[in-house]
């Protein structure tokens, strides 16, 4: 059927023209929201490190660093936060320089045992964690140049690189994943009006993580049942945020969630 545009609707689109061009668009992405605050961006051979020091400082010694990216290439998400049981917050979990020589956290068989990786005897390996620099270890990021990129957090399009079988992560060490494959890639609907849903596929996470690690801690398990699921929670870390604020691509990245946002 032509479009019929008659003369209030054709003035009323000039009108629209000219504000339109008038005002600068807008464009989705990190820092336009003064509603909205994100972290701080950091270089992308940095992003995913950390500094542990729940008790490190306290007992007179440099507190642990700790590069993600180092070590998701070698294991999922799911080796450490589901089976060795570290948590998604920093200086949360009860790790001590005890349990790690008894063979938990990171001294865990196949971690850093003295075997698979140097162990926690002597020097100088208590230096290579306990030297309170965030960027430790960032000139091996050079080896990762062949990677595919993606604009923001390490810049490495992580899902890609592993599609393409780039590096190859262990899965499991004693508690194999169930044989499930729950691929369900899920649309949510933002309340706002005018907000192209964002979406949640299954697939890719599972290829990391294990159900346990999101179900029934920080989502139920039936579709539009999490209370408050917002952008302003998901960027205070909850939700999505627990993981898409620190170590998995971050929350500026709007296209990757919601990829029918225009403008970015
Ligand atoms: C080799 C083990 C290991 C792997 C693999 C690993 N993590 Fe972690 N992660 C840790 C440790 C250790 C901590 C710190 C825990 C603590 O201090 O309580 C941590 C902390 C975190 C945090 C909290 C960061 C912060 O700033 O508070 C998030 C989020 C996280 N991991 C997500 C992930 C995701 C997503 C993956 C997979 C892409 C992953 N981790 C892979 C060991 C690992
Ligand atoms: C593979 C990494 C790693 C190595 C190697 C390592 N540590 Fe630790 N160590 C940790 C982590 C992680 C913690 C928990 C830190 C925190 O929460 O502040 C820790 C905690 C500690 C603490 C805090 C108090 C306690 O007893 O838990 C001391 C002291 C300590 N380590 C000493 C050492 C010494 C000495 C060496 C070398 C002989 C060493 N560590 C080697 C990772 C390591
Ligand atoms: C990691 C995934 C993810 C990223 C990245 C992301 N969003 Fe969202 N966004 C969501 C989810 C999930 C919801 C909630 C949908 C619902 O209501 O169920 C949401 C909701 C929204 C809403 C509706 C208002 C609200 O708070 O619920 C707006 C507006 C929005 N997003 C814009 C953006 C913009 C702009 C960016 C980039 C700066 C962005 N989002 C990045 C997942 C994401
Ligand atoms: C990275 C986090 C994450 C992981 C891992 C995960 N899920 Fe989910 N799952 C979600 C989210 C988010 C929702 C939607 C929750 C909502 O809308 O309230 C969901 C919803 C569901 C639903 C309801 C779907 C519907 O249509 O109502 C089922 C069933 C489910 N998940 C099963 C699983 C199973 C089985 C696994 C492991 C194979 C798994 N999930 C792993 C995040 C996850
Ligand atoms: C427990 C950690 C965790 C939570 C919670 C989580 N994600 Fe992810 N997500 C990941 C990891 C790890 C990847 C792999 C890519 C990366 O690390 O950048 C990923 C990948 C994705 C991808 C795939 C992008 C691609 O290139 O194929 C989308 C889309 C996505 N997440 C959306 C969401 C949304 C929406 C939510 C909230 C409803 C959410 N995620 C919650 C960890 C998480």
Known sequence: MPLKT???????LLLWGVLACASPSPSWGEGNYPWWSFPPSLPPDEYGNILINRTSEKNGIKAVTFSHWR???KFTCRVCHFELEFNFKVNTTEISEAANKAGKFCGAANCHDGKAAFGHD???NCDKCHNGNLGYGKEKYGELAKFPKTKLGNE???MRAMRRHLFKPVRYFSIVPPEVTYDKTLSLQ???YNIPPAFFPHKAHIR???CNNCHPDIFN???KTTKHFSMVLNLKGDFCGVCHLSVAFPM???RKCHPDIKDY
Do not use: Y
């Open 6 to 12: 008659g003369p209030v609707t054709a003035l009323a």
């Open 190 to 192: 933002a309340e706002w």
């Open 221 to 223: 398990i039936k579709k």
């Open 122 to 124: 002597q020097q100088p």
């Open 208 to 210: 990391w993580l294990d």
């Open 71 to 73: 070590h998701r290439l």
């Open 252 to 254: 500026s990245d709007c």
């Open 156 to 158: 490495i399009d992580w």
